[in-house]
Each structure stands twice: as C-alpha cells, then as structure tokens.
C-alpha cells in the first residue's frame, strides 16, 4: 500500500508555470508506476502523464506534449509534474496516482490516489 499526498499547486497568470509534486509513503516507491491525472468542474477526471517504475519511460495526453514534463526521484520517493506555458484550459485539480501495474493512461489500472491539489490559471 501507497500514501500519496500533492503538492504546488496554486494561482498563476496565463502563460505561467507551476511545479507539482506528489511524495509517497509505504511499500518501496520503486514499486509503482505513477500518473498524473486532472478534473476540471464539471468534468471527467482525464489523464495528464505516466512514468514508468524506473523513470525511463514517459507517455503523454496529447492536450499537454511539449508543455508538461513527469518526472521522478525514487529515493526522494516523489514524482513531479512541470507544467509550462499554462493556459486557462489547464485549470483543475491534479492528482497523483500509483499502480503495481505498467504505466498506463488508464484510469482503472491506478489503486491509489492522492487528494489533489488545485491549479487556477488567469487569462
């Protein structure tokens, strides 16, 4: 079992960037692929970004390629989420996920979740 918990979100203007970090405490965090995901109000959670246990491979929703980077340190036990040139559309919460599984864009492949953090973007 995993605890996630989310970090840096907060209130940038249009254009700006924001760092997101997610820590996990429990079993090994070598252990999980993770993912970002985000719900906008209104709206289905949808994916952002996986990482694969070692970090070596990352998969993108297309909405944020070229924008937003995951990214991890195993031993600090944190996945990140650099997200750059923020548009209004990207406003949400974010959440970090785990899976035992392979990364994934899926949803349902993720069995833990933090309680996310707010992103507000201002045109």
């Known amino acids: 079992q995993v605890q996630l918990v989310e970090s840096g979100g907060g209130l940038v203007q249009a254009g700006g960037s924001l760092r997101l970090s997610c820590a996990a405490s429990?079993?090994?965090?070598?252990?999980?692929?993770m993912g970002w995901f985000r719900q906008a109000p209104g709206k289905e959670r949808e994916f952002v970004a996986t990482?694969?246990?070692?970090?070596?491979?990352?998969y993108y929703a297309d909405s944020i390629k070229g924008r937003f980077t995951i990214s991890r340190e195993n031993v600090k036990k944190t996945v990140f989420l650099q997200m750059n040139s923020l548009t209004p559309e990207d406003t949400a919460v974010y959440y970090c996920?785990?899976?035992?599984?392979?990364?994934?864009?899926?949803?349902?492949?993720?069995?833990?979740w933090g309680q996310g953090t707010q992103v507000t973007v201002s045109s």
């Open positions: 996920a785990a899976t035992l599984g392979p990364y994934s864009a899926s949803r349902r492949t993720y069995a833990y």
């Open positions: 429990g079993r090994p965090f070598s252990d999980f692929a």
């Open positions: 990482i694969s246990r070692d970090g070596g491979i990352t």
